[in-house]
C-alpha cells in the first residue's frame, strides 16, 4: 500500500488549499482514513478522519467548521479541503490509512494508524 500526499503550498492567512492523498495497492472503500499533521514541534496531531463509510468524519477542535474531509472511491482518493488557513495550521501534512477493513474508533491515536504517506508541506504567511 502507498499513500502519495500532494496538494500543499504556501497561502497568505485566511486563504484555501485543497490536499488530495492518493492511494495504490489497495481500494479503499473498506478503509478509514486520516489526515496529521506535524509543525515545528517533535509531535504529528491528528487533524481529521473519515470513516470507512464516507459518512462518518471526525476533526480537531483547531479546525472544526474551517477543514473538510471527504473521500472518492472511484478515484481511490481522500481530500482535505482547508479554508481559513491561519499561520498555526503551518505544517508537514500526512495522510493515513487503516489497516483492517471497518475499523472505527481511535481516530487521533497514532498508533492505530498503519499506512502513512509522506507528507505534503503547507505554509500560511500572516
Known amino acids: 500500500v502507498q499513500l502519495q500526499a500532494s496538494g500543499g503550498g504556501a497561502v497568505r492567512a485566511g486563504g484555501s488549499l485543497e490536499l488530495s492523498c492518493a492511494a495504490s495497492?489497495?481500494?479503499?472503500?473498506?478503509?478509514?482514513m486520516a489526515w496529521f499533521r506535524q509543525g515545528p514541534g517533535p509531535k504529528r496531531e491528528f487533524v481529521a478522519a473519515i470513516a470507512w463509510n464516507g459518512r462518518d468524519t471526525y476533526a480537531a477542535d483547531s479546525v472544526k467548521g474551517r477543514f473538510t474531509i471527504s473521500r472518492d472511491n472511484v478515484k481511490n482518493t481522500m481530500y482535505l479541503l482547508m479554508n481559513g488557513l491561519q499561520p498555526d495550521d503551518t505544517a508537514v501534512y500526512y495522510c493515513?490509512?487503516?489497516?483492517?477493513?471497518?475499523?472505527?474508533?481511535?481516530?487521533?491515536?497514532?498508533?492505530?494508524?498503519?499506512?502513512w504517506g509522506q507528507g505534503t508541506l503547507v505554509t500560511v504567511s500572516s
Open positions: 493515513a490509512m487503516r489497516e483492517e477493513p471497518y475499523s472505527l474508533g481511535l481516530w487521533d491515536d497514532l498508533s492505530s494508524w498503519a499506512y
Open positions: 495497492g489497495r481500494a479503499i472503500r473498506q478503509y478509514g
